[in-house]
């Protein structure tokens, strides 16, 4: 009997020692811990072995404190094992105090041969030969006590798993702790029945071997394949799974309402499958995917099919499997973003970008086709929005846009370029003009409640061209309505030959501004302003260019287009300082004359027309009272409280405000009791028109009279006779400025009338 444990024991040994190596070298975390704990075994089951086959007594003591000091290892090692197995974290002042209290025993059990107070050994005979059975003392009953306490934890703990766990993890939990239970109560057995043969410790390396097979490499394969069978069942997906034959032999629930499978008749899935998708399913292919659409329309269906080989484990086909994926509603999802980035939200028609890019596509495919690109603009659009509401203008963006659907063929592009305004595509055969402006001319739109008369003007651009950027075709259209000049009788304009010079004209004149104005071939010329005898008191700053190739250029040149693009603030700001040095010089000479200087409406947005006249004044050191500054009405059209509250701080800084082309707006009389000016100055030309002299006479007289009357002073502009200057002094007027005195001349010459 003692060979037979013997040889047990040493087979134990073995299997636990190639366990602990194997679990050691894996890749799994809770590798480590399994090699401890059968690294712990190791010592019990050892100092068991020795016992049994020992015949000496120093020899069985020696077992016995391997035995007894490797079961507290072995007890650390199994709890630690727990907690990394289930990966529940148990706090450090739980560790703490059950390693102290392990340390505590194995330091008393190493303490017996000085005290002999744990424990002694008795010679007996069994099975034919002596055999030292232990004779417990008081710290025995303390090792068993510890090592019992931790057992039962352990024991306690795994149950705990057993019954909370999912079903697939509580079959390994379960038989761990019915094997730790057994090995619990085979010890039990030995130490209360005195057995001379302690055979308990062939349970808890059983126990070992367990938990190694569990840890590593079990897997509840009945289990598991219910658990992947329910995750099937319940994917988005429909799967279908094939014998060898290719015939169905399972089905999820959304295969069967695929597939109209009722019961468990998978094998009617082969023809419903065909039924569906036609000659694009090849059941019989091992491997493939494919993407379909089924139906048309509101019915319209998007599928993605896999087909997969499905080998057994030795690596051989054991059938196929096919899913089949639903992707109607992303298709949807996909199509109506793509829809939003590339249409406008509000009328559906093309965005500008993808416009563009569906022009550029077309023209690239066919160059040589003659087509128009059309430039739509609503005139007034503004005035829609603030009288009617801003729903009546979306109204009215969604009829024009039907309106394009309705009159333009399937080769036409047609978009929203953004705003009020529309672009198109159009071929040359295709554009009819005559139609067109009768079209135009008695567009009107009508929702219920309102009907408005809609004013549309539509820029031309024959593509001449191919490579030409879109947008820049569209700018070439969007030109071409600056040629309208009679608002509701003409709505079509042509981009020409004179719109195209005057662009490249604007591209020269503007490349060259700030050359001209280093070189001061931009230059101030003086025209007099003179009073009622008839001597200068004054000069108005007018722009000049005497270029090095187009020789003298008249204002109407160069200045138009300045406003437009902007750059009219640095001619403004150029003539402020020519005037300033010009004031300067003067007054070191002893001539007391003003300058008018003029300031543009866009000046107020580009820079601090305050800040920057009151820093040229001081930089030259000369009277604010001396530049004049010359506002027309068209400035105080917008932002006017602004605008007043910057003519006043000009104004008490000692600069005199003079309002240029007085009565040629509609709203001067109405804001003239709260403008901020000093002087009026009329213009004569605006009644140049009248066949009436008495009746301009009179207007002219009591505007005169009016400023009068208000305290503000007033210059007449556009004086060309003697007749006029005679008849505007006998009405009180104390200043002239027009051709009968001068016409605009160089400083030079300026100074030249001076003497």
């Known amino acids: 009997m003692r060979e037979a444990l013997s040889i047990v024991f040493i087979v134990l040994i073995l299997v636990l020692s190639v366990g602990a190596v194997i679990s050691r070298r894996t890749n799994k975390a809770v590798g480590r811990a399994v090699s401890r704990l059968l690294t712990s075994i190791l010592l019990p089951v050892t100092g068991n072995l020795i016992l049994i086959v020992s015949h000496e007594k120093l020899l069985s003591t020696a077992g016995c404190y391997i035995y007894f000091i490797g079961m507290d290892f072995f007890m650390f090692a199994m709890l630690m094992f727990a907690v990394t197995y289930s990966q529940v974290r148990i706090p450090a002042k739980v560790v703490g105090p059950v390693i102290g209290v392990l340390l505590a025993d194995v330091v008393q059990l190493a303490l017996n041969p000085i005290f002999g107070h744990a424990f002694s050994t008795e010679k007996i005979e069994a099975y034919g030969a002596p055999y030292y059975r232990l004779v417990p003392y008081a710290g025995q009953y303390f090792h068993r006590i510890v090592d019992y306490g931790i057992f039962l934890s352990v024991l306690i703990f795994f149950f705990i798993m057993t019954i909370r766990s999912p079903r697939i993890y509580s079959e390994r939990y379960s038989v761990i702790f ?10 039990t057995f030995y130490i209360f ?30 289990l598991l394949d219910r658990m992947l069978a329910n995750i099937v069942s319940k994917l988005p997906d429909s799967v279908f799974f094939f014998d060898m034959t290719g015939r169905c032999i399972w089905a999820n629930s959304n295969a069967k309402e695929l597939a109209g499978i009722t019961g468990g008749e998978f094998s009617t899935a082969n023809d419903s499958l065909k039924g569906i998708f036609g000659s694009a399913l090849d059941l019989s292919s091992n491997g493939w995917t494919s993407h379909l659409t089924i139906g048309s329309g509101s019915n319209e269906k998007y599928y993605a099919l896999e087909k997969f080989l499905v080998n057994d484990e030795h690596g051989n086909a054991a059938g196929s499997f096919l899913n ?12 109506q973003e793509i829809h939003n980035a590339t249409h406008d939200r509000l009328t559906g028609l093309y965005n500008r970008e993808y416009l563009y890019s569906r022009i550029s596509q077309l023209i690239a495919s066919s160059p040589d086709c003659g087509r128009y690109v059309v430039f739509v603009d609503i005139k007034n659009f503004k005035i829609v929005n603030d009288i009617f509401s801003n ?7 969604k009829c024009i846009a039907e309106w394009l659907r309705r009159e333009c063929s399937d080769n036409c592009i047609y978009g929203r370029l953004g705003g009020d305004t529309f672009g198109v595509l159009v071929p ?83 490349a060259q501004l700030h050359d001209a104005l280093r070189t001061r071939e931009l230059r101030p010329f003086l025209q007099p302003i003179v009073d009622t005898s008839g001597r200068i008191v004054g000069a108005e700053a007018l722009a000049r ?35 300033c040095e010009i004031l300067s010089r003067w007054q070191k000479e002893g001539r007391s004359l003003f300058i008018s200087v003029n300031i543009s409406p866009k000046d107020f947005y580009f820079i601090d027309v305050t800040a920057e006249i009151k820093s040229l004044v001081r930089e030259f050191g000369i009277d604010p009272s001396l530049l004049r500054i010359e506002i027309t009405e068209t400035v105080m059209m917008n932002n006017i409280d602004d605008k007043m509250a910057i003519l006043n701080d000009l104004r008490h800084d000692g600069f005199i405000v003079e309002m240029d082309d007085f009565g040629s707006g509609y709203s001067s009389l109405n804001m003239l009791k709260d403008m901020p000016v000093d002087v009026l100055k009329i213009d004569m030309k605006f009644l140049s028109k009248s066949s009436d002299e008495k009746k301009a006479r009179t207007i002219i007289q009591n505007i005169l009279k009016l400023s009068e009357d208000l305290g503000i002073a007033s210059l007449t502009e556009g ?37």
């Open 178 to 187: 019915i094997c730790l239970l057994l090995g619990g109560l085979w010890q």
């Open 193 to 222: 029945s005195r057995s001379p043969l302690d055979r308990s410790m062939i349970g808890f390396a059983v126990f070992g071997v367990l938990c190694f097979y569990f840890s590593l490499y079990y897997r509840p394969m009945k």
């Open 324 to 335: 089949v994926r639903d992707n109607t509603a992303e298709q949807l999802r996909l199509r």
């Open 391 to 397: 729903d009546f203008g979306d109204f009215t963006l």
């Open 428 to 510: 040359v055969d295709e554009f009819d003009p005559a139609e067109l402006e009768d079209e135009l001319t008695q567009f009107v739109v009508n929702d219920g409640t309102v009907e408005y008369h809609v004013l549309i003007h539509i820029g031309v651009y024959r593509i001449t061209e191919a490579d030409t950027d879109v947008s820049v075709m569209f700018d070439r259209a969007h030109l071409a309505l600056s040629m309208i000049k009679d608002e509701y009788q003409t709505h079509i304009a042509y981009y020409d030959d004179k719109i195209r010079s005057q662009v490249l004209w604007d591209q020269f004149i503007s």
């Open 545 to 579: 260019w005497i270029h090095p190739t187009e020789g003298f250029l008249s204002p109407a040149k160069f200045i138009p287009v300045f406003e437009k693009n902007g750059m009219i603030v640095e001619v403004d700001k150029h003539m402020w300082r020519c005037a």
């Open 719 to 755: 004086v060309e006779t003697a007749e006029q200057f005679g008849m505007l002094r006998g009405m009180s007027c104390r200043l002239f400025q027009g051709y009968h005195f001068s016409k605009p001349v160089s400083v030079s010459d300026f100074e030249g009338l001076l003497s």
